[in-house]
């Protein structure tokens, strides 16, 4: 679980997402909307009991659409803006989401799906024709 602000200014949240994501029309046009928490990080509190640190995130038009098949329990790495807002006299925080994709958990293996659902994507589809570029050998990557 991770919470980072990147360099363009935006936060990645990396984490588990506590109950299913909630897909709504709202307002006038029905633009979709979809809401869902990211348990982002756990504080330990002075008396030794873990206290979760949740992230809310919205995301809207067709990034609503895919994070919607976000379900209880799914791994999570969701990108976007941190964005204020008022309600009840309260300011709450929502990460604005422009990115998301449902991963494998950190235990099992470091692959990703995409967030949409179980479709398998290869990478040489995706990418096309890379003869062009060379191949790094790990011992000569300086980092």
């Known amino acids: 679980m991770a919470f980072h602000k990147l360099q363009s200014g935006d936060f990645m949240v990396v984490g588990y997402v506590p109950k299913d994501a909630e897909l709504k029309k709202v307002g006038n046009n029905n633009s979709s909307k979809t809401s869902f928490s990211i348990k982002a990080s756990e504080k330990t509190l002075p008396d030794g009991k873990k ?7 919205v995301a809207w038009h067709e990034m609503a659409r ?11 790495m969701a990108v976007g803006r941190i964005e204020s807002r008022e309600y009840n006299g309260k300011t709450y925080k929502d990460l604005v ?3 998301a994709v449902k991963a494998s958990a950190p235990e099992t293996s470091a692959g990703f799906t995409p967030a949409s659902g179980n479709t398998a994507i290869d990478p040489a589809d995706e990418l096309g024709d890379l003869s062009d570029f ?4 790990p011992d000569d990557i300086p980092f």
């Open 134 to 137: 060379d191949s790094l050998d």
């Open 51 to 57: 206290e979760a640190q949740w992230t809310n995130c």
């Open 97 to 99: 989401v422009e990115f």
């Open 66 to 76: 895919i994070c919607a098949g976000f379900k209880k329990g799914d791994f999570v």
